[in-house]
């Protein structure tokens, strides 16, 4: 399955392969191995160093990628702040809205590129409904993975550890 990530207006942002790996009550889970090819928009491929996870959620304006541990990266969560992600069979297709929330493997919580998210406010007209909804999913997240809860733990550790 492919991962379709776009910008404001259509854009092409992140694109690479993902192999399904079930569904939980948390949504729908995806994997990559170390050795896939990402690629960002019209910039040179990217070969992924690590394995990791992607889970595209029931409910919600994101997409979280969970990194093992032990890998290459100060980063243990990764969450991009999106539309609301959809599946047609072939690819995952989401709206890349700039903000995104990591956890840090010592636990802390950051949030990034809210100047870009600022910037693309003005520059790519976002609908104030749009701009509203992606910060309070941000509030909402950086709540949720300070508090540890599920599925930003054990949820996803498990499935990592079996992957």
Known sequence: MEMRFTKWGGRRHWTYLLEPLGEDEHGQWFGARAGTVMRRGEEPPIVQPHDFLTLVPVTGNWIASFNPAGADT???????????????????????LDLDVIRLWDGEVRVLDEDEFAEHQLLYGYPPEVTAQAQATTDELVALMSAGEQPFETAARARLAGY
Do not use: Q
């Not at 100060?74 to 890349?96: E, F, K, L, N, Q």
């Open 74 to 96: 100060d980063v243990s969560v990764y969450i991009d702040v999106t539309s609301r992600p959809w599946i047609d069979g072939a690819a995952i297709h989401a709206v890349d």
